[in-house]
């Protein structure tokens, strides 16, 4: 089987020396031996920042190679497959407005906020550098277009616009920053400003670690509204007299490509977090600080690609499938039941690996008593590989079982 290697170096003869964490089977791909230096902090005014697609390269910066740290992981087990000094905190430029993405997200789907809420534009928000879409104060747009501008154009005055209308300013929207960062066990984050541009004099960078920014995506990909945000190439804005393009230079180039986000300024080097789904199976790569312009990108497509060539998502079961046991039922014209599974099934493991490693474990009743709802719970199944559960899946009623009628009205032909 091909290593797993990047810009040509042979990861196969490492790989029990460097640590993985393992939540399905899988075998780990070893990190780069090589190191990085760390991240020297130079300050710059906010208002000077270059648009992220304005340079090639990241100057004065002394990044070497072709990335600082990197991370590939697996979203739906959790499983790194290749890291690569992923826990050292890195100057996250624009990936900083991931974590706006996901509080957004999560609120449009909890129902306090509306694709439709109206978000007016500050004299803050106007007045902030870097890529934007040039709002001006007292313009309003709706929280779905301001958004696409955050998320396809990286523009720093639409995240200062939302954060302002969600949190009333953006000071406090990056409490909530950090205290989402907290509950995700981001341990090597902090947020300094909802942003990401390089901080002024007396101000900190914000941070994350390669590790970090995989998990931040792995709960941004449960929300819908990320990946049609991120998956957009071109988008008209203010009426079409403005075009939005897509700074993740991978959703057109990458086959299966749909997001996520990325992040440039000198000492941050070029940063990108991107997945990829094929053949049911999606990853997340984390490439940071690459000193050139589409370095970032060959490298995360590079390990992306090595990904989905030797790993898979075995499916076990599909959802409405019938389970492999039935229940007998009580009080019923109806002897039994076999349930059906209530979602999709699958397991993480290396190409090749699946028949040795995968067993589903049964929780069923013995009998139930009618009646019986459609889509009733009767047990679950619990999926196992190499001995760790991987997924408890519920088992359901696939009708519904009426209650078999008395003699007296069998007799008199009531049912």
Not at 151 to 176: L, P
Request: proline share 4%.
């Amino acid at each position: 089987m091909k290593a797993f290697s990047v810009s040509g170096e042979s990861l196969a003869g490492i790989i029990v020396s460097r640590k993985v964490r393992l939540i399905a089977v899988t075998v780990a791909l070893a990190a780069l031996t090589s190191s990085q230096p760390a991240f020297a902090a130079r300050r710059h005014h906010a208002s000077a920042a270059p648009a992220e697609d304005e340079s090639t390269s990241a100057s004065n910066t002394g990044l070497q190679g072709p990335y600082t740290e990197a991370c590939v992981l697996e979203p739906t087990t959790g499983t790194v497959i290749f890291e690569a000094n992923d826990h050292t905190p890195w100057p996250t430029a624009s990936l900083a407005k991931m974590m706006l993405m996901l509080i957004v997200a999560e609120k449009i789907h909890d129902g306090s906020l509306k694709l439709t809420d109206q978000i007016t534009t500050s004299r803050k928000a106007a007045e902030m550098g870097g890529s934007q879409v040039y709002l001006k104060e007292g313009e309003t747009f709706s929280l779905d277009d301001m958004m696409k501008a955050v998320v396809v154009h990286s523009a720093n005055d639409a995240a200062v616009a939302v954060a302002e209308y969600i949190a009333g300013s953006t000071e406090a929207f990056v409490v909530m920053m950090n205290q989402q960062a907290a509950a995700l066990g981001m341990k090597d984050s902090h947020y300094y400003s909802v942003h990401g541009l390089p901080p002024a004099k007396g101000q900190s960078a914000d941070v994350a670690s390669a590790y970090d920014q995989a998990i931040l995506a792995r709960e941004m990909l449960k929300y819908p509204d990320v990946i049609r945000w991120s998956s957009i190439d071109t988008a008209p804005f203010r009426a079409g007299t403005f075009e939005l393009r897509n700074t993740n230079h991978l959703v057109r180039t990458y086959p299966g490509c749909d997001g996520l986000k990325t992040g440039f300024y000198d000492r941050a080097g070029f940063n990108v977090v991107a997945t990829a789904k094929r053949a049911g199976l999606r990853l997340v790569a984390v490439v940071l600080g690459s000193q050139h312009k589409l370095t970032n990108f060959k490298e995360a497509a590079e390990m992306l690609s090595q990904g989905f060539l030797n790993y898979e998502m075995h499916s076990v079961a599909k959802k409405g499938t019938p389970a492999a046991q039935s229940v007998a039922v009580t009080d019923a014209e109806t002897a039994s039941i076999t349930p059906v599974w209530g979602g999709d099934a699958g397991v993480f493991v290396k190409r090749g690996d699946a028949n040795n490693a995968i067993k589903i474990d049964y929780n069923l009743p013995a009998s139930i008593e009618a009646p019986v709802k459609a889509g009733q719970k009767i047990g679950t199944a619990t999926v196992t590989a190499g001995g760790k559960s991987v997924a408890t899946i519920a088992l359901l009623a696939p009708l519904a079982i009426a209650r078999k009628a008395s003699l007296t009205k069998r007799l008199l032909g009531i049912f």
